[in-house]
């Protein structure tokens, strides 16, 4: 059974920094984070694979950083942290983490490709 927990979430002014963390257990090979704004669809924001590769959406490259400690070598437990600096008003959202199992992480960025969400953690930044 997979379970992950969010937290580092806050609010902050334009141009400051949040870490968000993630607590994972079970196995999660292949881990992300999303986000949703009121009345927007959900988007991925960043995605780390088994082999530590990583892919950014457009709107975080240079400002984002995603990474992951497994706890365990097996990946049964990891934390998966968001690094996240220089953030604007519009970076506003509830973020997820994100896991899902299959062979290839593929380091997809569709919410589709992921089965297992945490309850989120909200990010506010004002102008």
């Known amino acids: 059974q997979v379970q992950l927990v969010e937290s580092g979430g806050g609010s902050v002014q334009g141009g400051g920094s949040l870490r968000l963390s993630c607590g994972a257990s079970g196995y999660t090979p292949c881990m992300a984070w999303f986000r949703q704004a009121p009345g927007k669809e959900r988007e991925g924001v960043a995605t780390v694979g088994r082999d530590g590769s990583t892919k950014y959406a457009d709107s975080a490259k240079g400002r984002f950083t995603i990474s992951r400690d497994n706890i365990s070598r097996d990946n049964i437990r990891a934390t998966l942290y968001l690094q996240m600096n220089s953030l604007k008003p519009e970076d506003t959202a509830m973020y997820y983490c994100?896991?899902?199992?299959?062979?290839?992480?593929?380091?997809?960025?569709?919410?589709?490709?992921?089965?297992?969400w945490g309850q989120g953690t909200q990010v506010t930044v004002s102008s």
């Open positions: 994100a896991a899902h199992q299959r062979i290839r992480c593929e380091n997809s960025l569709l919410p589709s490709e992921y089965n297992y």
